[in-house]
């Protein structure tokens, strides 16, 4: 039985760059695209774009015959599906991969449920109604490490609700929809991933998103960032997207996949240290982008970090600002153990590389594309 993917989240970072693996992995595949707009034909013409990127750069010829969208949205009733798709979608449907989530952090956690909660049921109510039909082999839910909250220490892919507070509604919706996920592994053949902090491709340095580690560093390059909480020994487990949907692709489909948790992170012994990409980041400003004097950056403690960021106003306290969104991830040291998907990669020619072998193409990305403002920036 050829595959046949539905999925959601397709059109945001990791989506879009798992669409060519699953084409290639799977080649008699088709993929269905939950695409927000104004209507049928604009929801379309998006996945048509996508599918026609892919024929150019991916080099699958057939990617505009395979890949097609359908106008929804997760926070819906039926996820925002006509019934004629709702009905095509459930007779067809042999994967479904669930990916859209909002990742704002300052959502009041009733709009964070209503979106992420909300639309994990939702999305699970139509894989129920795809297995009631015998056609469903996996429901794929993409989460995220973040669940651990302010967590320290060493957090495993079995553990989810340990006592833990959170940083922000993000963490606390997704920790509640994995919950909901998880209540459904008896029924359902579950398979959550838990990517940590997603960055650019480790071989060309390219993204379509600048949040998260992207904000100190640009605020870095401007030389308006002058100190940052933790210790230069402080672990950043950030991964580059490309091993990212390797790593899922290569999993998903595994005979004892379902059931399972797995940490898409870089993990003990592979997790970059704050100073070695703080170091790597002056370094290479310094060098393609000098300011008058060379950065120097000062690392605090967060009650430090807070007491500086009271004490400043109008210009500088709103560029700080940005820098908030950083703190659960330097904030606390931990380290995400990787058991389950070692031993899945065992024997692939999938490797993780490390932040000291790919940093410099992260860095040369942001300043070609001046963040994100020039297109095809290579």
Known sequence: MAAHFFITGGTGLVGVNLLPRLLLAFPDSTITLLVRGEDQEDAGARAREIALRMVRTEGIPDADRRVRGVLGDVAL??????SVALADVVRNATHIIHGAATIRF??????????????????LAIAQACADRGRLRRFVYIGTSSVSGRRAGTILEDELEM?????????????????????????????IFRP?????????????????????????QKGLLTFVPGTPETTLDLVPIDWVDDVMVRILDREDAPGRVYHVTAGPGRAARLGEVVGRAVEYFDRFTPLRSPRTVEYITEAEYGRRRGAMKGMAEALMGQLDTLLPYVGIDRLFDSANTDAALAGSDIVFPRFAEYGDRILGYCVRSNWGRVQDAG
């Open 77 to 82: 009733d039926h996820c925002g599906l006509s």
């Open 196 to 220: 940590s902090i997603i960055i650019g491709d480790s071989r060309t340095g390219r993204t379509s998103s600048f949040n998260v580690i992207y904000i100190p560093l640009r605020l870095l």
């Open 163 to 191: 006592g833990q507070r959170f940083f922000n509604t993000y963490e606390q919706s997704k920790c509640e929809s994995e919950r909901i996920v998880r209540d459904h592994a008896d029924r359902l053949p579950t398979v």
């Open 106 to 123: 300052d959502h009041p956690i009733d709009e964070a449920r209503a979106i992420n909660c909300g639309g994990t049921r939702r999305m």
